[in-house]
């Protein structure tokens, strides 16, 4: 592996969590666990249907009871704790498994299902079991609490600190993601144009591909651990 390379940002989608158990966005049915995601996944479905919103998530929550982190979750936390140079791991994913797998340098871009947001006062809060809508904030006190989910048309969290990373990055990894949505496919031209080294480890080529100068394709939890090896060997 290139000595060169000291800035590593890692980006990861729901490919990387599919071993693990957890259904990923684009399936070929187009569904996303049944649900249209304008069904469950835009501030217009929270407002129409708060109560299906609220079972959708509280499903997904429920479920990441009974998974646990892959091969590509720990070899990513592995190269977290041992790299010494700057690392960050933006994820898409809203589930928990990089930091149960014991990643420490991680931003939930698209939020996170264990926590819940007040759409009032916006004060986020660690949230384990089910979300009835009309929950009440502890901070404001109203009956305000949603999933702390960042839906299609609101922005994506730290989008700052992810382009500070990006613009210093050395290499750019994207890992199990479909490149369908946006700004996160685009982090590959940001790195790319900084003179970073790209690299793509998916199942099937994204549909960003072509941005990256290699792609490796595979499942998450074999190629992940390999690259890991290489940039620490
Ligand atoms: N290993 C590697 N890649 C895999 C694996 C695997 N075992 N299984 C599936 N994949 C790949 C698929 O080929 C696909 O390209 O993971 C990708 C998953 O794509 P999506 O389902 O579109 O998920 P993602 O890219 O994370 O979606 C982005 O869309 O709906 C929104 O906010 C939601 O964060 C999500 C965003």
Redesign the pocket.
């Known amino acids: 592996m290139n000595p060169d390379i000291r800035n590593i940002v890692i980006l990861?989608?729901?490919?990387?969590s599919?071993?693990s158990g957890l259904?990923?966005?684009?399936?070929p049915d187009g569904l996303?666990e049944g649900h249209r995601?304008e069904d469950v996944?835009t501030p217009e479905a929270l407002s129409r249907d708060p109560l299906l919103v609220h079972r959708f998530y509280d499903e997904r929550r429920a479920k990441l009871t009974e998974v646990v982190p892959n091969p590509?979750h720990e070899a990513l936390a592995m190269l977290d704790h041992a790299w010494p140079g700057d690392l960050l791991i933006v994820t898409?994913?809203?589930d928990d498994l990089h930091e149960r797998a014991g990643a420490r340098r991680l931003i939930h871009?698209?939020g996170e299902l264990r926590s819940a947001l007040c759409a009032a006062c916006g004060k986020a809060m660690p949230w384990e079991k089910a979300l009835p809508s009309g929950s009440i904030c502890d901070g404001c006190g109203k009956a305000a609490l949603r999933p702390d989910?960042?839906f299609?048309g609101e922005m994506p969290y730290q989008m700052d600190a992810i382009d500070t990373a990006l613009r210093r990055a050395d290499m750019f990894v994207s890992?199990?993601?479909?490149?369908?949505?946006y700004p996160?496919?685009g982090f590959v031209q940001t790195a790319a144009h900084v003179g970073a080294r790209t690299l793509e480890?998916?199942?099937?080529p994204?549909a960003g591909s072509i941005y990256f100068e290699e792609t490796r394709l595979?499942?998450?939890?074999l190629?992940v651990p390999e690259m890991v090896r290489d940039l620490l060997a």
């Not at 990861?12 to 990387?16: C, P, S």
């Not at 259904?23 to 399936?27: I, L, S």
């Open positions: 990861t989608g729901a490919g990387i599919a071993e259904a990923t966005f684009r399936g996303w995601v996944c590509a898409q994913n809203v871009m698209h989910i960042v299609f890992i199990g993601t479909s490149g369908a949505v996160a496919a480890l998916n199942l099937d994204s595979g499942a998450a939890s190629l």
